[in-house]
């Protein structure tokens, strides 16, 4: 993470308050943001295997993007039965495209156009009905979720540069240290236990609550960093983008917020 | 599909009564029988690409295989926010344990696995609930729509090597004409008119059903059969597995089905 330093603090400085003033607006401005936040990161995502001669289909993945961001933004309610239909006629049309693109590598660019979808609309778009969740509550998870993720991020490199010794992931990413992903998973921790403390109303955590949201953005969300970090390797890319100077891209930016987001707003319904 | 004709008339001609006849048997015969078929089809898939180094989970593939057929079986009621749910923590789990096998091709791994499930399980999968919908018409549907593929693929292969002239994708399965095409569409409109006469009472068909599920069964499944081949040319492999001689294994003789059968149940549920 190292490499991405000083650019990724400075965006964090106007960043972070710029997107916790829009969880705060909410509504459109809110889903508007998570939208192109989406698609640029599956721009990202569908340009990263083009070395290897993978090309998805934009046009029909940025499109099964926008309807699950059209469904999680209208809480729209349908059947398993009507989903899974949905998902197999649309499995069914990538194909179909596909086979009359007569391109190489069909398995790889269907798959990684539907992956597409799956890796980033329907994970980070989950943002949208946990923001709206319910009034205050919504507004809180998200910022505190927002505000784990980004503080782990950045203490896990501060930890990393003082102490980083043990390599935890080394064939992925090989500045990755255990020392790092402490202090990252200490610093989710910290940024929970502020919610729970009250001086935050209206967002009632148990000490569980902290210890397994702690768990999914400081430890989930460094695992998510770390998958991201082991395809841009394999496709022998550095930086998945380049629409954020010195970040890497939008979908650097967000591949801790992939399985934090999601994993989170599940935990928030089931416990 | 000449090459494949003389095993494939001899399995069809035993294999087509033994499975009108576990249709009819319904229940957990039926359900085994696809259970079976789903997983020798996923292992051929999961196989086919191995000669590029493609080596998705087997173990998590095909649980997650039978997870969706006892969701099936069980007509399992969940909603959607928890088959969203459902889905991504498997998603989540499939990566996680690919990053810790630490091959080449981690997307590749990834997406296969899970695309095996959606490709194979979810859509032969769906014959179980539809032979189960409701007692006489789920037999009947069940039945037919087998038929007409079956019979679809037979007619195309006699009228391709009659009159077959013109083809029809050539880059994918050099030996698919139009003229055969159209015998095996032809094949299976008679095939949905029968059941329709009413000789074969119970299942009651309008035309605008028969047109329907003919399409279905005797375009889209064509459709269906050169997508697999064209999966198998790109892989550089001519047959997907050789469990039935001649065959070219379980996955290439469902390879219409997989089209066919979700999307006529799909059709039956919204007609």
Redo the contacts between chains.
Sequence with gaps: MAEKGKGRTLINFIGIPAILALIWAGGVYFALFIGIAVLLAMNDFYNL?AGKGYFPSKILGMGGGILVLIFYNFNL?????E???S???F??LT??SE?FR?R?????N???T??GI??IS??LGSLIPMREADTANGTLLTSAVILAVWFCDSAAMGAGMLWGKTKI?P??SPKKSVQGSLGGLAASFCVYTIFKSGNIGGLALSWTDVAVLSLIAGF?GQ?GD??ES??KR??GVKDSGSFLMGHGGVLDRFDSMI?AA??SY?YF??R
């Design positions: 295997y309610e349908i059947s398993s039965p989903l899974i239909g998902i197999l006629v499995t069914f194909m179909f086979l007569k190489d590598h069909f398995l790889e269907v798959t990684m539907l992956f799956l890796y329907v994970s992931v064939w992925a989930l695992i770390f998958m082991w395809m394999q496709a399985f999601p994993l599940v319904l089931i």
